[in-house]
């Protein structure tokens, strides 16, 4: 490490301690507000003056002691949980705007309660933003009795709620949601017509909680809210035949990391010959090369079991994070289709688009943002970067004892597979608990069956079975409890040695605690973290060890089988050099990643922008802020949202077809952003003129069966959906059928370009 990281790293954790030290003197000054003297009625008599100062303009730092000395008192005769020192330093930093890093098992549900509370009380609402809704409705329900005793309103809002309960959630004072839900009821919001039709109210005051997660992981997932469609795509056999007669190297190729796949002249001769198309570039024939690139992306880079399942007749996506189904999520419409036709199943194609956001986007809209997670520090520089949050990382309230083992490398899977079994078997003997984390549902399978095989019973946690995930986790401290997981990203829930029974947890703790085994390294240091993370909490006990191969995935990406030139071997590899080596790439990656981020954010930033500036007239037409008639402010809102959707659709278009663009030696960014912003500059004129046509037809009615006479209303049922087409770190990317379509045409149009442009051969 040279001197100028050594000088930085020992900058941030001087201003750690300095900002630690501040939050340590006010801990100490809530600790002497001793309220154990007061009664009930007393401590609900200062809430309620405390509600009146922040409501009456007085800041919320001047009240921060007085507020969180009431919220301990209320935590300890409502729940019988007393704060720890750190999770009140934790709660001040929440409230200063800071992103805090809290060790697993240290309590930030009750830490977050704080700083909830004391911007709860100027009555403009705080959302607590949770990775699913079974976490949304049990923090609501668990730490509701504090709220309610301080007098304050807590509501969790649940997918599938009605419109009336949803608006009555979000009323609350504090309102417990996913992060996702709460982005598809703004989104429905967006093309509401009536005020009465929507559910926030102004955003106000946001914890995040899993913030890596959901701020880094989740951010660039676009949320989307279509019309609904009732055809569908069933005629893709035959490009699913086409597809499976090419072979790879011979017919296609992938890219450096196979993330895409495209043809190579053989492969395009094949296809011709196969469909009978003439020309498989020429433009009469552009459908039938999308068709059939889907088919083949699909074909070859998307695994069952892997990236998705299928569940009850239905494909299912797999959250590359957590090992979970990734709800309501979809490839593209293409992509989709052809994975339907794949696995023998139908696909209703998706409706017009009418409006879209990422989460980075959604959340930026509150105006205070803070979050909190067990692994934030290594990805420090991104959360500054995206969200303007600085990372506080707070002491454990014990000292971590985990033991955590040099990485096991071995030459090939199958020697890492059978130490593996051998080290599972024989740990297990002793009655010693032992979660696994695989990399894969394929593999935590695979595993399973090979210690049923060995002797080992153990339950399997992975997205086949995840609405089992609480009860599985509860008993994975247990005595001989083997658990075979997927990632544990964002699981929410902790371990307890001896499964919560006593007299185990003692047994437990003098084996050892929970030993963690992870069967790969992925490329965030985040997520090995995450894993390692769930054994050693409180003070437990604990050990953790990776087992790695040169032939699993990362290791083969970045060419360490063949940097490290050693004979095929059933033990482990003894080379800390190796090791280093490896963490090493896990950081480049890392950064790496970072700086894709930020270029694709690129594409998507100007357009929230435009969204922004329209949605801002929009709610003020809505909200009766400009005068109007009734008549116009419906018309003029209907062609606002339709000229809206028009310019999604050919965002959408420009957006997968920019890429040609460098092929002439121009910035696809900066043509991106020339044409979306000549194209919006021409919406107001439109959504005028279009307003001026109706309001003459209309006739200055004011009837709304007329307008409904006229077309004038919301689509009779819209869909709210995930799209997967976010940068993967991990798995293959999901272009859409037009993306891959640009990149296979490249090499055709290098060809007939080169002489002209001088392109370079590349």
């Known amino acids: 490490m040279n001197i100028a990281v050594k000088l930085m790293h020992r900058f941030k954790d001087y201003d750690n301690r300095s900002k630690l030290k501040i939050y340590q003197d006010q801990t100490e000054l809530i600790r002497s507000r001793n309220l154990q003297a007061w009664e009930d009625g007393q401590l609900q008599a200062e809430s309620l003056r405390l509600q009146k100062e922040a409501r009456s303009g007085t800041p919320l730092d001047e009240l921060l002691v007085d507020a969180y000395a009431l919220v301990c008192e209320a935590a300890k005769r409502t729940l019988g949980l007393q704060p720890y020192d750190v999770q009140i330093m934790a709660a001040i930093a929440l409230h200063k705007r800071f992103l805090i890093e809290q060790h697993t ?162 492969g395009a001769a094949k296809a011709e ?5 003439g020309n498989l570039y020429d433009s009469h024939n552009s459908h039938l090369l999308t068709s059939l690139n889907c088919a083949l992306h699909v074909e070859s880079l998307l695994n069952k079991d892997i990236d998705y399942i299928v569940r009850d007749g239905k494909i299912e996506q797999i959250e590359e994070y957590t090992g979970r189904v990734a709800e309501n999520r979809y490839l593209p419409d293409g992509l989709q289709a052809a994975l339907a036709v794949k696995e023998g199943l139908q696909w209703s194609v998706g409706g017009r688009i009418l409006g879209t956001i990422t989460l980075q986007h959604f959340i930026s809209l509150y105006p205070g943002i803070c979050g909190m997670t067990a692994t934030a520090h290594a990805s420090a520089m991104e959360f500054k970067a995206v969200y303007m949050l600085q990372v506080v990382q707070i002491p454990p309230n014990r000292t971590n004892i985990r033991i955590d083992h040099p990485h096991m490398i071995f030459t090939h899977k199958e020697a890492k597979f059978k130490a593996l079994v051998q080290e599972i078997s024989s740990v297990h003997k002793a009655g010693r608990p032992i979660l696994i984390g695989t990399s894969s549902v394929q593999e935590s399978d695979m595993l399973a069956e090979a210690l049923a095989a060995a002797g080992v019973p153990c339950q399997v946690l992975n997205a086949k079975n995840d609405a089992e995930e609480a009860g599985i986790i509860a008993k994975a401290g247990a005595f001989g409890a083997v658990t075979v997981s997927t990632n544990m990203a964002g699981r929410g829930v902790d371990i307890r ?71 095929r071997q ?151 959906y995930i799209i997967n087409d976010q940068y993967l770190q991990n798995k293959r990317s999901s272009w859409t059928g037009t993306t891959v379509l640009a990149y296979w045409l490249r090499p055709v149009l290098r060809k007939l370009l080169w002489p002209v442009l001088k392109l370079p051969k590349y």
């Not at 490009?239 to 796949?261: K, T």
């Not at 010959?273 to 198309?277: R, T, Y």
């Not at 769930?534 to 060419?559: H, N, T």
Request: glycine share 8%; net charge negative.
């Open 273 to 277: 010959s196969l469909l009978g198309c």
């Open 497 to 567: 040695l001896g499964g919560g029974d006593p007299a185990q947890t003692e047994v437990v703790t003098k084996l050892g605690g929970l030993y963690v085994i992870g069967t790969h390294v992925n490329e965030s240091v985040r997520i090995d973290d995450q894993l390692r993370g769930r054994s050693g909490r409180q003070g437990d006990p604990g050990a953790s060890v990776f087992y790695v191969s040169l032939e699993d995935e990362l290791m083969l990406r970045f060419g360490f089988d063949k940097a490290v030139r050693v004979p």
């Open 105 to 266: 098992g240290e309590g930030k549900t009750l830490s977050a309660v704080m700083p909830a509370y004391l911007n709860a009380l100027t009555g403009e609402g705080v959302h607590v933003l949770t990775f699913n809704d079974y976490l949304a409705k049990r923090d609501a329900g668990w730490m509701g009795p504090v709220y309610r005793f301080l007098g304050l309103t807590v509501q969790p809002v649940q997918a599938g709620m009605s419109l009336s309960r949803k608006r009555e959630a979000y009323a609350a004072d504090i309102t417990y949601v996913t992060a996702k839900e709460a982005g598809f009821d703004y989104l429905r919001d967006t093309i509401a017509l009536s005020e009465a039709d929507t559910v926030h109210r102004p955003f106000h005051y946001v914890i995040v909680d899993e913030a890596d997660s959901l701020l880094l992981d989740e951010a660039r997932v676009p949320l989307v809210i279509s019309g609904e469609s009732d055809s569908s795509i069933s005629d893709g056999f035959l490009f699913a035949e086409v597809a499976r007669q090419l072979q790879p190297a011979e017919h296609y190729d992938f890219d450096e990391f196979q993330r895409n796949v495209y043809l190579n002249e053989a």
């Open 570 to 720: 059933d033990e482990a590899l003894d080379d800390p050099l190796l090791r280093s080596k490896i963490a090493h790439t896990q950081r480049v990656i890392m950064s790496q990643n970072f700086d894709i981020h930020q270029e694709l954010n690129g594409y998507s930033d100007m357009v929230e922008d435009q969204r922004r500036i329209l949605y801002a007239e929009r709610l003020g037409i809505l909200h009766g802020t400009k005068p109007m008639s009734p008549a116009e402010q419906r018309v003029r809102l209907f062609y606002i949202d339709a000229f809206w959707a028009d310019h999604l659709a050919y965002v959408s278009y420009l957006r997968e077809s920019i890429h040609l663009e460098s092929l002439a030696s121009r910035s696809p960014i900066d043509e991106f952003h020339m044409q979306i912003s000549q194209a919006y500059e021409q919406i107001p004129a439109k959504i005028d003129h279009e307003t001026a046509n109706m309001l003459k037809r209309l006739n200055g009615s004011n009837d709304p069966a007329k307008w409904d006479e006229f077309g004038l209303k919301s689509p009779p049922s819209t869909r709210t």
